[in-house]
């Protein structure tokens, strides 16, 4: 259902960005605004900006159009995101469904450039202190920075910047995103939407809800209900007033800017190094202040699209899952899955660090420091203590199998012992409590030549890290109560 939100959103935004289009200028030229918003009126601005403000307070329907843009690119993500995790904490990802996997990743990557590109496009000071950044970055990069930012600004700040991205988020992206969202329904239609285990249901006979017309409702219905509620937010609710921003300037940046939600995470990255971080060396100057969060929010990107694929190196499990998993009978992935959303949460938060210290009336190093603390001990406490919880799931789930439910009816017996009566589990209630036999630890067999390989070694004691603890009811046992 989060794939049908995200596929109203897209709508949204092909549409409302079609109108768009027509009434936006990428250019930078400097022009004198005389249009009807009257604080701004004199005041120089680029003809993109010029042509956003227009767009605004001079064109029927305009602003709704804009706010509805707008508020399509906010929600796609969260949407995209929320799709990825329920398929992470489920196990969806796993084959036939790995090319999903990977394919809604690209589509949540593709919507971030797009997002960010159309950030970018109104040239109001609150996009103009983002390129700033970017700039500062793409400058940040050792060896090839300088040349990259040329190549991208087309010379000193601001250069041609909208020109150069106007392109991207208008043809690019649409086109990549069309391109994506076709093979990731093709991929849907064939191997059908995994299910969680219910009676009489196993790995041979999934079938999914039948498309006509079960299906096909429920995701009209709620395709219709998202565009329509885009579009009364948008009616309602400002977003991105880059009349009270003002023009982008390159000699200012506005205290308490903050990007769209989506780009929080790389902005938190970036404020979390400590100062100073910087070397010469090889006649370059080394801004680890720069790479140090590139490099661990590429390996953090790297590490979710990757994951499946691990997985199944791990457990050497090549067969057909049909079946979803449930997060508890899995728990070291669960584990995972919270320590990555710690992590993204706290770099997400450090993004408003400036924010939390006025609000808040602290030091802003001292949030900055929380931070720092929390990124790096959080996900281990997260995992830690995810991963017991769902040990402590498993156990309750075992008890009702095995004894049933309290029933808070105590009978006492002749002999003047009191016991309490449980209700047993029944049928269904069984089948989808029992965990599926789920992976073991990989056991060592040395090769063709007799040897255990350093890779089969590791293999093993990681595969041990994520199996070995398991309480999920053994099968005899409840065969036998
Ligand atoms: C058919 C594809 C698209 C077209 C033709 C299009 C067109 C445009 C145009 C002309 C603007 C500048 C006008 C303005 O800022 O109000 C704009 C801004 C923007 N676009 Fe798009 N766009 C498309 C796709 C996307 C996608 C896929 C996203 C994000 C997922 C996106 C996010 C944005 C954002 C956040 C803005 C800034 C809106 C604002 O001014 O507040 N666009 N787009």
């Given at each position: 259902?989060?794939?049908?939100?995200?596929?109203?959103c897209?709508?949204?935004?092909?549409v409302?960005?079609f109108?768009?289009m027509?009434?936006y200028?990428?250019?930078?030229?400097?022009?004198?605004?005389?249009?009807?918003?009257a604080?701004?009126?004199?005041?120089?601005?680029?003809?993109?900006m010029?042509?956003?403000?227009?767009?605004?307070f001079?064109?029927r329907?305009g602003l709704?159009?804009?706010?509805?843009h707008?508020w399509?690119?906010l929600?796609?993500?969260?949407?995209?995101?929320?799709?990825?995790?329920?398929?992470?904490?489920?196990?969806?990802?796993?084959?036939p469904?790995l090319?999903s996997?990977?394919?809604l990743?690209l589509?949540?990557?593709?919507?971030?450039?797009?997002?960010?590109?159309?950030y970018?496009?109104?040239?109001?000071?609150l996009?103009?202190?983002g390129?700033r950044i970017v700039?500062?970055?793409?400058?940040?990069?050792?060896?090839?920075?300088?040349?990259?930012?040329?190549l991208?600004?087309?010379?000193p700040?601001?250069?041609?910047?909208?020109a150069?991205?106007y392109?991207?988020?208008i043809?690019v992206?649409p086109?990549l995103?069309?391109?994506l969202?076709?093979?990731r329904?093709?991929?849907?239609?064939?191997?059908?939407?995994?299910?969680?285990?219910?009676?009489?249901?196993?790995?041979?006979n999934v079938?999914?809800?039948?498309?006509?017309?079960?299906a096909?409702?429920?995701?009209?219905?709620?395709?219709l209900?998202?565009?329509?509620?885009?579009?009364l937010?948008?009616?309602?609710?400002?977003i991105?007033?880059?009349?009270l921003?003002?023009p982008s300037?390159?000699?200012?940046?506005?205290?308490g800017?903050?990007p769209?939600?989506?780009?929080?995470?790389?902005?938190?990255a970036?404020?979390?190094?400590?100062?100073?971080?910087?070397?010469?060396w090889l006649?370059?100057t080394?801004t680890?202040?720069?790479?140090?969060?590139?490099?661990?929010?590429g390996?953090y990107l790297l590490?979710?699209?990757?994951?499946?694929f691990?997985?199944?190196?791990?457990?050497?499990d090549?067969r057909?899952?049909h079946l979803?998993?449930?997060?508890?009978n899995t728990?070291?992935?669960t584990?995972?899955?919270?320590?990555g959303?710690v992590?993204f949460g706290a770099?997400?938060?450090?993004?408003s660090?400036?924010?939390?210290?006025?609000?808040l009336h602290?030091s802003?190093e001292?949030?900055?420091t929380a931070?720092?603390?929390?990124?790096i001990?959080?996900?281990?406490?997260?995992f830690?203590l995810a991963?017991?919880?769902?040990f402590?799931?498993?156990?309750?789930d075992?008890?009702?199998?095995l004894?049933?439910?309290?029933?808070?009816?105590?009978?006492?017996?002749?002999?003047g012992?009191?016991v309490?009566?449980?209700?047993?589990a029944?049928?269904?209630?069984?089948?989808r409590?029992?965990?599926?036999?789920?992976?073991?630890?990989?056991?060592?067999h040395?090769d063709?030549d007799?040897?255990?390989?350093?890779?089969?070694?590791?293999?093993?004691r990681?595969?041990?890290?994520?199996?070995?603890?398991?309480i999920?009811?053994?099968?005899?046992?409840l065969d036998?109560s």
């Amino acid at each position: 259902m989060f794939g049908v939100v995200a596929l109203a959103c897209i709508l949204v935004i092909f549409v409302t960005g079609f109108f768009l289009m027509f009434f936006y200028s990428p250019s930078s030229t400097t022009v004198t605004y005389r249009g009807s918003y009257a604080p701004l009126d004199g005041v120089e601005m680029s003809t993109a900006m010029h042509s956003t403000m227009t767009i605004s307070f001079d064109l029927r329907g305009g602003l709704l159009m804009r706010q509805a843009h707008h508020w399509a690119a906010l929600l796609l993500p969260t949407a995209l995101i929320l799709q990825l995790l329920v398929t992470f904490f489920t196990g969806a990802f796993r084959k036939p469904r790995l090319g999903s996997w990977v394919l809604l990743f690209l589509i949540l990557i593709t919507a971030l450039v797009g997002g960010w590109s159309g950030y970018a496009l109104p040239d109001d000071m609150l996009s103009g202190t983002g390129l700033r950044i970017v700039e500062g970055i793409v400058l940040g990069i050792p060896i090839v920075g300088t040349w990259t930012s040329a190549l991208l600004f087309g010379g000193p700040f601001p250069g041609d910047i909208i020109a150069h991205l106007y392109p991207l988020h208008i043809v690019v992206v649409p086109v990549l995103l069309v391109v994506l969202v076709a093979a990731r329904i093709r991929s849907a239609w064939v191997h059908k939407p995994a299910q969680f285990a219910e009676a009489g249901r196993t790995e041979d006979n999934v079938v999914g809800v039948p498309i006509l017309p079960n299906a096909a409702v429920r995701a009209g219905g709620l395709f219709l209900i998202v565009a329509g509620l885009l579009v009364l937010v948008a009616a309602t609710t400002t977003i991105s007033p880059i009349w009270l921003y003002g023009p982008s300037s390159p000699a200012d940046a506005s205290a308490g800017s903050q990007p769209d939600w989506y780009t929080g995470f790389l902005d938190g990255a970036l404020r979390l190094i400590p100062p100073g971080w910087e070397v010469v060396w090889l006649s370059h100057t080394w801004t680890f202040a720069v790479i140090v969060p590139l490099a661990l929010v590429g390996l953090y990107l790297l590490a979710v699209l990757l994951y499946p694929f691990f997985e199944q190196w791990i457990t050497g499990d090549r067969r057909e899952h049909h079946l979803l998993d449930r997060p508890r009978n899995t728990p070291t992935r669960t584990g995972i899955g919270v320590a990555g959303i710690v992590f993204f949460g706290a770099l997400w938060g450090a993004a408003s660090a400036d924010l939390a210290a006025t609000h808040l009336h602290l030091s802003v190093e001292n949030v900055v420091t929380a931070y720092q603390v929390i990124v790096i001990v959080g996900p281990v406490i997260a995992f830690l203590l995810a991963r017991r919880i769902c040990f402590a799931l498993q156990r309750k789930d075992r008890e009702i199998l095995l004894h049933g439910h309290e029933s808070g009816r105590i009978v006492r017996f002749p002999g003047g012992e009191y016991v309490e009566i449980h209700k047993p589990a029944d049928a269904y209630e069984r089948w989808r409590l029992i965990a599926p036999p789920g992976d073991r630890p990989l056991e060592l067999h040395p090769d063709a030549d007799g040897r255990i390989r350093l890779t089969t070694r590791l293999r093993a004691r990681i595969s041990r890290f994520f199996f070995e603890d398991r309480i999920a009811p053994d099968l005899d046992e409840l065969d036998a109560s």
